[in-house]
């Protein structure tokens, strides 16, 4: 693992907890059923984005911490729905049962909705500390509205609408691409956006990350997508096989599998050329495409 992703990905599980809201022991039933997904696991891709960002741009990553952390909150909570009998209907996600099978549905919406609204709560926090430094203010404001946007209904939610209409349907590429660029792909560009707000970063390489981040989200989704047909449940921690099961389109099933692995890697190429020009100062970034690619292919098919 590279040394500035597990630094990363060491703050947000250290901190992970410590922007939640002091919840009543009257319903500490919805706290028990927060921190379960929340530590259930998972590579923290987002968050590690996040201070990544940051510290590319000039930021401190440890001021980041709450956006990071907010950004892991609302990733959980989309997850704990994604999985709920009336969404996929599914029973593990990163290798443990999911949150419904072990305390209900309604419990589970709730945390969802929790984990939500905790996120908000966390991030207005923090902008309350900078009343006094309108410049500092200003950087938290739009990390929290790219977040907002990212999260909301002209990102993730939008995506996630027109992949619930689109199951049993036939989908164009155009479709389907829209479908990945909000569902999957606003998140990750949310992070690098709000990451690269909170350093300060100038505008020529706010476009190279913005950029970089689009591409990154497309190629994520297809690896997905493919790895539901090739991968296994104990390296996934997740059951294959779901979008066939529920006659979702993606893009083995459009394209292929021959055709899916030479367009992750056409937007893996793309996201590389965006943050060429920093050379290694973009190491970080690097690694996080190198994470993406199936280079073990036939390994992976059997």
Do not use: W
């Amino acid at each position: 693992m590279d040394a500035d992703f597990k630094r990363y990905k060491d703050m947000i599980d250290e901190h992970l907890l410590d922007f939640l809201p002091d919840i009543d022991h009257k319903t500490i039933t919805l706290y028990e059923s927060m921190k379960y997904s929340l530590t259930a696991g998972g590579k923290r891709i987002r968050p590690v984005l996040l201070l990544g960002a940051c510290e590319f741009c000039g930021g401190d990553p440890k001021t980041a911490l709450p956006y990071a952390c907010a950004l892991e909150y609302i990733h959980t909570y989309s997850l704990i729905h994604d999985d709920l009998p009336c969404m996929d209907d599914d029973e593990l996600r990163r290798g443990m049962k999911t949150n419904h099978i072990v305390y209900g549905a309604g419990i589970a919406t709730l945390a969802g909705d929790g984990l939500l609204s905790s996120a908000f709560e966390a991030m207005n926090m923090d902008m309350l500390m900078y009343l006094d430094d309108l410049e500092e203010l200003k950087k938290r404001i739009k990390a929290s509205y790219e977040i907002s946007k990212g999260a909301g209904v002209r990102g993730m939610v939008a995506g996630q609408v027109s992949d619930l209409e689109a199951e049993g349907e036939p989908v164009t590429v155009e479709m389907l691409d829209y479908i990945n660029i909000n569902k999957t792909g606003a998140m990750i560009k949310a992070a690098v956006k709000a990451g690269a707000d909170l350093g300060g970063g100038d505008y020529d390489t706010m476009n190279k990350l913005n950029e970089y981040a689009e591409n990154l989200g497309l190629a994520f989704q297809v690896r997905d997508d493919i790895l539901d047909i090739v991968g296994n449940v104990e390296e996934l921690g997740k059951n294959t096989g779901a979008d066939e099961a529920k006659d979702k389109s993606n893009y083995p099933a459009i394209f292929g599998l021959d055709k899916s692995y030479e367009k992750m890697e056409r937007h893996l190429d793309l996201a590389y050329s965006a943050i060429a020009p920093f050379y290694d100062n973009a190491e970080f970034f690097y690694h996080i495409l190198d994470m993406l690619e199936l280079r073990e292919r036939d390994k992976e098919r059997n």
